[in-house]
């Protein structure tokens, strides 16, 4: 058989390919990062100001609990459009959200105490980002009125689509609340191709054997 220069893939091999990358990108870029938290960089601690006494009216602070934190749950970076009412040049003003979903987070003993991870949005800012519970935290771009009153939990970190950290609060009253820090790292993503890719994917390697014949 004779050696044949390398030559250009026909153009409707080159479509079927292109097509090919360009659904699995699409594909990539719909769903969440699934991060894992490493639990020797991350744990949640119960601090509380309330006084406790004893029968003999010896009172004191509640001592301190923290807890090891474990488990995964799913980023989700998108681009969301907010109504202004205080700008009238402005109909909409456009922020990059990030949103915490399929939790799946072990807190131990601190979950029996009331903790719960975040699950309200926060705004991102280049690799930073923070969120509030409070509903007033965004008033201004809701284009109505708000009221809130309470203690609200907040958090912040950077994540840079590998790494996530963040620290944050989890408040049970005014008097007491939960601390946390964690660091989680992206999962591999699967590498199994997904079924809308499949049709272009053997389109193309049929493309591919019958340029092989032709070629021998």
Same mark, same amino acid.
Not at 85 to 114: K, Y
Not at 169 to 185: E, M
């Given at each position: 058989? $004779?050696?044949?220069?390398? %030559?250009?893939?026909?153009?409707?091999?080159?479509?079927?390919?292109?097509?090919?990358?360009?659904?699995?990108?699409?594909?990539?870029?719909?769903?969440?990062? %699934?991060?894992? @938290?490493?639990?020797?960089?991350?744990?949640?601690?119960?601090?509380?100001? !309330?006084?406790?006494? =004893?029968?003999?009216?010896?009172?004191?602070?509640?001592?301190?609990? %923290?807890?090891?934190?474990?488990?995964?749950? =799913?980023?989700?970076?998108?681009?969301?459009?907010?109504?202004?009412?205080? +700008?009238?040049?402005?109909?909409?003003?456009?922020?990059?959200? @990030?949103?915490?979903?399929? @939790?799946?987070?072990?807190?131990? #003993?601190?979950?029996?105490? #009331? +903790?719960?991870?975040? %699950?309200?949005?926060? !705004?991102?800012?280049?690799?930073?980002? #923070?969120?509030?519970? $409070?509903?007033?935290?965004? +008033? +201004?771009?809701?284009?109505?009125?708000?009221?809130? @009153? #309470?203690?609200?939990?907040?958090?912040?970190?950077?994540?840079?689509?590998?790494?996530?950290?963040? $620290?944050?609060?989890?408040? !049970?009253?005014?008097?007491?609340?939960?601390?946390?820090?964690?660091?989680?790292?992206?999962?591999?993503?699967?590498?199994?191709?997904?079924?809308?890719?499949?049709?272009?994917?053997?389109?193309?390697?049929?493309?591919?054997?019958?340029?092989?014949?032709?070629?021998?």
């Amino acid at each position: 058989m $004779n050696d044949l220069a390398p %030559t250009a893939p026909s153009p409707r091999l080159a479509a079927l390919l292109a097509a090919a990358v360009l659904v699995g990108v699409a594909a990539s870029e719909a769903h969440a990062v %699934t991060l894992r @938290i490493d639990p020797a960089h991350s744990s949640v601690t119960y601090d509380s100001h !309330v006084l406790i006494c =004893d029968p003999f009216f010896n009172c004191g602070p509640v001592v301190p609990q %923290t807890f090891a934190l474990s488990g995964r749950f =799913d980023a989700t970076l998108q681009r969301e459009s907010f109504p202004v009412s205080f +700008f009238p040049e402005l109909s909409a003003i456009e922020l990059d959200i @990030i949103r915490f979903s399929a @939790i799946d987070v072990d807190a131990g #003993g601190a979950a029996t105490l #009331g +903790f719960t991870f975040p %699950t309200y949005p926060g !705004v991102v800012d280049g690799p930073a980002f #923070g969120g509030n519970e $409070n509903p007033c935290s965004l +008033f +201004f771009l809701q284009g109505s009125s708000c009221f809130s @009153i #309470g203690a609200f939990g907040n958090f912040s970190g950077t994540f840079d689509g590998t790494v996530l950290t963040m $620290n944050g609060v989890d408040p !049970v009253s005014f008097l007491d609340a939960f601390t946390f820090t964690l660091v989680a790292t992206a999962e591999p993503p699967s590498a199994v191709p997904l079924p809308g890719t499949l049709p272009l994917l053997a389109g193309a390697l049929l493309g591919v054997a019958a340029l092989r014949r032709r070629r021998s």
